[in-house]
């Protein structure tokens, strides 16, 4: 079974300082990667995707990729109580279709 | 406004009764998705079509059905032999061709009364 592990938190931290998630995946074939963030209640938005080694950023997100170690990350600059939500890591298997892992809560206090 | 739209918000079903969710997209996307989430858990893959008049199993298919007659159109319906259909429902979209992220709807929230 091709897995997708993240840690399950609640990961705090203050606002203004950097907020850092990981993701480890299973299938070495895996060519594609993503982070959504989902609100309580709501349903998940894309926020950064990734496909090759090192690092890519977007504003106040960074992902950061290493095939080799099979790990990906996402750091948030400056964070913001309204970053407060779930953040999901998404890989996309060798057919082509995604899985998920069970998500990171990140509370960000003011 | 292209998007993906899933009706309705919420829904009720007494034990034993069928219910179909709907999930229509504008995208010209391809490949459509159905997942399941339930709290505290990831998202599960309940069934998938790359293409119209073809899908496939997911993860979790026991108890569900889908049909795709048209690339806009995905419904889901939960059926009585699904034990546990309590959850968050979400539809999702892709294009097709390369591995690329997927594009949900808002949601349908499932409760069995």
């Known amino acids: 079974q091709k897995e997708v592990e993240q840690n399950s938190g609640p990961l705090s931290v203050p606002e203004g300082a950097i907020a850092s998630l990981n993701c480890t995946y299973s299938d070495r074939g895996s060519q594609s990667f993503f982070w959504y963030r989902q609100y309580s209640g709501k349903s998940p938005e894309l926020i950064m995707s990734?496909?090759?080694?090192g690092d890519k950023e977007d504003g106040r997100f960074t992902a950061q990729l290493n095939k080799a170690s099979q790990y990906v990350s996402l750091l948030i600059r400056d964070s913001q109580p309204s970053d407060s939500a779930t953040y999901l890591c998404a890989v996309t298997e060798s057919q082509g279709n995604l899985i998920f892992g069970k998500g990171t809560k990140l509370s960000v206090k003011p | 406004d292209g998007g993906i739209t899933q009706s309705p918000k919420y829904l009720f079903r007494k034990e034993g009764q069928n219910v179909t969710l709907s999930c229509e997209q504008n995208l010209n996307h391809d490949a459509m998705y159905w997942y399941r989430q339930d709290p505290g858990q990831g998202l599960r893959l309940i069934y998938y079509?790359?293409?119209?008049?073809?899908?496939q199993k997911g993860d979790i298919a026991e108890g569900y059905s889908v049909s795709r007659e048209k690339k806009e159109s995905f419904p889901l319906t939960v059926t009585s032999a699904q034990k546990n259909p309590t959850a968050f429902y979400l539809c999702?979209?892709?294009?097709?061709?390369?591995?690329?992220?997927?594009?949900f709807g808002q949601g349908t929230r499932l409760t069995v009364v």
């Open positions: 079509s790359q293409i119209v008049n073809d899908f």
């Open positions: 999702a979209s892709s294009p097709s061709g390369t591995p690329s992220a997927a594009f």
């Open positions: 990734i496909y090759s080694n």
